[in-house]
């Protein structure tokens, strides 16, 4: 049996204007009259010759009109209007008197024990409006208590009053994981990162999503892990969410994903030694880059010492922490130490350690905090390609603390340049030394190379000379031992 394929529209009702003549229920007598009873009768197809009549044109007129008058109609969708003498089925339906359409749910008309009963206003419930005939069929299927329901037009509203207050819980926590919606931040927070605690994962069980890693007994197992469901399932809002990492090596590339927030913020947080005060949460990784904050992203990074080391032949871009453009990086009580075999930059390799597309704030409030200040400390970097610390078009680096605990940078090696601001801007705040030194005397480069609209701004030395003590020029000269400042 073929498939029902659309047909052509019927253009309108054939013959609408031709002549015809009524048909009769019965053909008369010696007539060759067409008959609902008989249709055409036999004398019609009797040879004229041998006595036959011929059949009528205006009654193969009536036919075509009849019936391409129900097509016409149903083609556009009608529905019929209730007749007495018609007899009706079960899901028969209709169009009353009123207008309104209507659903046999019994037998009813001429040919039954019923008789025929008018939809409109019927009391036997043979009739019932489609409306309400789907409002009941849809009735059926919607569980009670579950926070659907019917308006008075069958149309289906959400009424979460008929839901007990339970059922009400699991289906909005269903609805938000279906649609993937970030829950809200309701105060300050903190999310544990344990690795190799023994049921630490970064995939929480369904029922434990919205409690999982807000203490150290159910925590993540990986920083990136705890990240990664932060930034994908908050919302921070105004407040805080600290990410809270034990102590030991952690072995791992972070991104710093963006995340949705007013005002918050995010903060990475190592452990600190409680006796010692050293700090005891490690990130290292070997030719691969340390941290990467995201573009648009917000983060700040406390209490953890950050090491990279770059092996023999390395000709790849390898960035030991990268901020991207928009992205804000702010470094505070760290130490960052890039370490580089000897040959570990190949020639022409275009390598930087630290690269800023964005704002990366290095600071350190209390030397006491972490056993010493912040710092900075490169070995081994002796190929003269690139610059340690760079700045793009969109780049600002600032050094931020206290006299007494302020970040050190230290280096030793050849540098093509120290610092390189590419249109980006380097700055330390006003009244305070940034001492930019190197551990030996063999150090050779430039101190730093401002180029395309770079800004580099330090404060004045103690005769108020402006970026002559810490930032004496921007040509090769002598190292001075004591202090490792240089100057032509």
């Known amino acids: 049996m073929p498939i029902p394929s659309n047909p052509p529209l019927l253009a309108n009702i054939i013959g609408y204007a031709a002549e015809v003549y009524p048909i009769p229920t019965v053909t008369p007598s010696g007539t060759g009259q067409l008959s609902y009873q008989s249709g055409w009768p036999a004398i019609t197809s009797v040879p004229l010759e041998a006595g036959g009549i011929a059949p009528q044109r205006e009654y193969f007129n009536a036919i075509n009109k009849l019936f391409s008058e129900h097509l016409y109609f149903l083609q556009s ?13 079960i899901l028969s339906q209709i169009k009353g008197t009123d207008g309104y359409g209507y659903i046999a749910l019994k037998e009813s008309g001429p040919g039954t024990a019923r008789g025929p009963i008018n939809p409109v206003g019927d009391k036997t419930g043979t009739w019932t409006t489609v409306i309400e005939y789907y409002k009941t069929s ?7 208590g579950g ?32 649609l993937h919606l970030q829950l809200y931040l309701e105060k300050d927070t903190t999310f544990y990162v344990r690795k190799g605690a023994a049921n630490a994962t970064d995939e929480p069980a369904k029922a434990e999503e919205e409690t999982w890693g807000k203490s150290a007994s159910k925590p993540f197992a990986t920083i990136q892990g705890g990240i990664n469901y932060v930034t994908e399932n908050y919302n921070i809002g105004q407040y805080t969410a600290t990410i809270d990492v034990s102590g030991g090596i952690h072995e791992e590339s972070l991104v710093l994903n963006n995340f949705n927030r007013t005002t918050g913020r995010m903060v990475l947080k190592g452990e600190v030694d409680n006796e010692t005060k050293a700090l005891s949460t490690v990130i290292q990784q070997t030719n691969k880059g340390l941290i990467h904050a995201y573009t648009g992203s917000a983060w700040q990074v406390q209490n953890i010492k950050l090491k990279q080391t770059i092996a023999s032949g390395i000709t790849q871009f390898t960035t030991g922490i990268q901020v991207g453009t928009n992205a804000e990086l702010t470094l505070e009580r760290f130490e960052l130490a890039l370490n580089y075999a000897g040959d570990a930059i190949a020639e022409n390799a275009n390598h930087r350690p630290i690269n800023v597309d964005g704002n990366l704030y290095m600071k350190n409030t209390s030397a006491a905090a972490t056993g010493g200040p912040s710092k900075i400390t490169i070995t081994g970097y002796t190929r003269g390609m690139g ?32 610092l390189v601001l590419v249109g980006g801007r380097f700055a330390v705040n006003a009244g305070y030394k940034v001492p930019l030194g190197f551990q030996d005397n063999g150090v050779t480069g430039r101190r730093f190379r401002v180029l395309s609209g770079g800004q580099c701004t330090v404060p004045n030395n103690s005769e108020g000379e402006k970026d002559l003590e810490y930032f004496p020029g921007n040509e090769d000269g002598t190292v001075e031992s004591s202090t490792f400042s240089w100057y032509k």
Do not use: H
């Not at 969708?77 to 089925?89: A, D, I, K, R, T």
């Not at 659907?148 to 008929?162: C, E, S, W």
């Not at 699991?170 to 279906?178: H, V």
């Open 147 to 178: 926070g659907l329901a019917l308006d008075d037009k069958g149309q289906i509203i959400v009424d979460f009053t008929t839901m007990p207050p339970d059922n009400f819980k699991g289906i909005l926590k269903e609805f938000r994981n279906g």
């Open 138 to 144: 849809i009735s059926a299927i919607i569980k009670p």
């Open 77 to 89: 969708g009608c529905v019929y209007p209730w007749n007495s003498s018609l007899n009706y089925q």
């Open 387 to 418: 610059a340690l610390l760079r700045a793009g078009s969109t780049g600002y680096m600032e050094m931020r603390g206290e006299s007494t605990a302020f970040p050190n940078i230290l280096c030793s090696g050849a540098v093509s340049s120290f």
